[in-house]
């Protein structure tokens, strides 16, 4: 055969191939295609590699005791775990050079954005180091009020590349709607539990009857969800203030190591401790018993009653 005839019949035999080629496929992939709607849409967790560290900025969906699942500009979603060593903090501002606001952890919350630095562990998850956030963002995540928009006009300044991510906050916010806004406020606590113990005259020490009260107290707890402990120290008018003020902050922090050293109640349950001297006083500080009932710390066991009344899931951890 002549090169030139194969040189012809080579254009009939590539298109000879593909024509068999393209009437195979069907078959090949309507046996491995599985039939639509056979998988219910279901929350897709995006593990993390074991030790590897990263950073991911995006919005809070969901949110349990110690973690919270958050969904980045990719729509993918992550699982973080927050831990007695994570840190939170608002974003600094020019006026306080850079030093950004203490939040709890139960701050958090649904629809909040956020950036979150740590590193991933064995079971997929994102081990928080640190979370940040600005507080503008954190008003919109409470109050949700649509008219504004705030959510996106707060995240449009954190990126050029808003608009998936502001659809993102978006569906957020409507679950947080559909929940009948039950997060108003961060100071929108119960008082669950409270105890009153008293010290000697110049003292820090924890007396016997003080230890059981806060034996009683403890116990309640770790019974509890969503809780947080706040504890108040104080002192009567004897000596001067400024000693009123360092002595009634060590009588706080004597009742929190009792309680987080003796019946392990995580650190990062409690509200930062305060020594407020002899400026609350309950009684009179010109008698002895009234100066012996100013001697005292006050601690009261908090429950958030938004994510109390929203917890989507039983099992919330207790502690």
């Known amino acids: 055969m002549k090169v030139n005839e194969i040189m012809r019949l080579r254009p009939l035999a590539l298109v000879c191939g593909l024509a068999l080629f393209f009437a195979a496929t069907p078959m090949v992939f309507a046996q491995q295609t599985p039939a639509k709607n056979t998988i219910k849409p279901t929350l897709k967790i ?50 306080r050079l850079g030093i950004g606001k203490k939040y709890a952890m139960a701050d958090i919350l649904r629809g909040l954005i956020i950036e979150v630095e740590g590193r991933g562990n064995s079971q997929g998850q994102l081990v928080a180091d640190k979370v940040r956030f600005r507080e503008s963002d954190l008003r919109a995540a ?56 008293n010290f000697s005259l110049n003292s820090a020490v924890l007396s016997p009857d003080a230890r059981r009260q806060l034996d009683a107290l403890a116990q309640k707890a770790l019974t509890a969800k969503w809780y947080m402990v706040e504890v108040s120290g104080h002192a009567d008018s004897t ?18 190591q009792y309680l987080a050293v003796t019946h392990k109640i995580p650190v990062r349950r409690f509200v930062t401790p305060m020594g407020y001297g002899k400026t609350e006083a309950v009684a009179d500080n010109k008698t002895a018993s009234g100066r012996a009932q100013n001697r005292r710390v006050e601690v ?13 899931t039983p099992s919330a951890a207790k502690q």
């Open 239 to 256: 000596g001067s203030d400024a000693k009123n003020f360092v002595l009634s902050q060590r009588r706080a922090e004597s009742v929190i």
């Open 46 to 95: 995006q593990s993390v590699p074991n030790g590897a560290k990263v950073k991911f900025r995006g919005v809070v969906m969901s949110r349990d005791a110690d973690t919270f699942t958050m969904r980045d500009r990719n729509r993918t979603d992550y699982e973080v775990l927050l831990t007695g060593a994570t840190s939170v903090k608002s974003e600094g501002s020019l006026l």
């Open 142 to 197: 409470i109050t949700t009020d649509t008219r504004v928009n705030p959510v996106e006009e707060n995240q449009e300044r954190l990126s050029g590349q808003m608009d998936e991510l502001a659809t993102i906050a978006a569906e957020a916010r409507n679950e947080v709607r559909q929940a009948n806004e039950r997060i108003t406020s961060l100071d929108d606590y119960d008082v669950q539990e409270t105890a009153t113990v």
């Open 300 to 312: 009261k066991v908090l429950l958030n009653r938004g994510m109390s009344q929203g917890a989507s």
